[in-house]
């Protein structure tokens, strides 16, 4: 395992850095990780990099120090947490490449390298970012801070404990981390269901737009730019709403796409184990896990339904092949 506390010594300074759009596991990986270095290397100087955070997490310790606008300053460290493709960091890319020395924490397929094998810390299996950094600092370093944003981490990754990417040794940290005392219900009703009423409004209006392909296996949605001027909402109003769709019954993939700016679409694609969406996205240029991942494509929203379903039908052939040479 990776040695965070050799990695950290004696740096001056050291930038943390996750993913554009950061859920609640890029959240609460880099927010834990950021108490912890803080408590441990007081003498250097830590910074925590989030482009457009969602006030969604400002219940998290730390929140409040957030940097948004990353400098050219070359730090002595970089740390990137939740992923494992520098193109994923957005504009604080110039960060990664400055910095004198790099390091990744990440639970992502497909990981670019981004950082020397001593310095990353990548378990493909892990439930999530946050469940590495408890791993990582040890039971022992966990404060009150830091269980709290753990706990957020692998809530939001774990679907509150659902995926199957839970095992029990995930349940026992969680476990753990509760002996903090921090209200657990209030973490969870928060970070994964709360929503205001315009995202109530949007999730239905989702819902209610669906469609179905491929038998019912594959259920579909898209909200356009003028969809969300329409609610004066952004995309992280959209939260959550592709899994709402995947709790239809009979349905392997559920298809979530929103126009970012015209003629571009962000998609989101959750599965379960008929079908794997890490190889669709990374195919189509995202990446993700085996249940779960994510892609930008350009074009109409009609070739990117085509694209990504052509996809999952042949995954759907693969498999009948499989089957009938059994
Ligand atoms: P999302 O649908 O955005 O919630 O993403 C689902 C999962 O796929 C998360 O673990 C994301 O971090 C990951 N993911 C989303 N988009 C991409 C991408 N373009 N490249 C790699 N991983 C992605
Ligand atoms: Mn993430
Ligand atoms: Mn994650």
């Known amino acids: 395992m990776m040695d965070i506390n050799r990695i950290c010594e004696g ?10 759009r950061p859920d609640g596991d890029a959240f609460g990986s880099s927010l834990g990780l950021y108490s912890y270095l803080k408590k441990t290397f007081p003498e250097a100087r830590i910074d925590l990099y989030m482009i457009d955070p969602n006030p969604l997490f400002s219940f998290l310790p730390g929140f409040d120090e957030l940097k948004t606008e990353p400098s050219d300053e070359a730090y002595d460290l970089f740390i990137a947490l939740d992923m494992g493709d520098k193109e994923r960091l957005g ?3 110039v960060l990664l490449e400055n910095a004198l020395e790099t390091a990744c924490i990440d639970h992502h397929l497909g990981y670019k390298g981004i950082a020397p094998e001593a310095n990353s810390y990548v378990v493909e299996d892990a439930s999530s970012t946050a469940e590495l950094v408890y ?3 040890g039971a022992d370093a966990v404060d009150d801070d830091i269980a709290i944003c753990i706990y957020t981490g692998i809530v939001c990754d774990t679907g509150v404990f659902q995926y199957s990417n839970t095992t029990q040794k995930t349940m026992e940290k969680a476990g753990y981390l509760l ?6 219900s209030r973490v969870i009703s928060k970070a994964f269901y709360e929503k205001n009423y315009r995202q109530t409004l949007l999730l239905g209006r989702s819902l209610l737009e669906s469609i179905l392909l491929m038998d019912g296996r594959v259920i579909v949605s898209v909200i356009t730019q003028r969809t969300l001027r329409f609610y004066n909402a952004t995309s992280k109003d959209l939260e959550g709403i592709v899994s709402q ?3 239809t019954k009979g349905v392997d993939v559920a298809i979530f796409m929103h126009e970012t700016v015209t003629g571009e679409y962000k998609v989101s694609l959750r599965s ?9 996205a990374r195919k189509l240029g995202g990446g993700g896990h085996e249940r779960a991942a994510g892609l ?13 379903t052509a ?3 042949k995954q759907y052939k693969e498999k009948e092949a499989e089957e009938s040479v059994q």
């Open 245 to 247: 769709m995947k709790h």
């Open 11 to 20: 740096k001056k300074s050291i930038a943390l850095g996750t993913h554009i």
């Open 311 to 313: 996809e999952v039908e």
């Open 91 to 93: 504009k604080a890319k």
């Open 296 to 308: 930008t494509m350009t074009g109409s929203s009609y070739d990117v339904i085509n694209n990504v």
């Open 272 to 280: 379960n184990e008929n079908i794997d969406v890490e190889v669709i």
């Open 179 to 184: 002996t903090f005392g921090f209200d657990h």
């Open 135 to 137: 791993d990582l600092i």
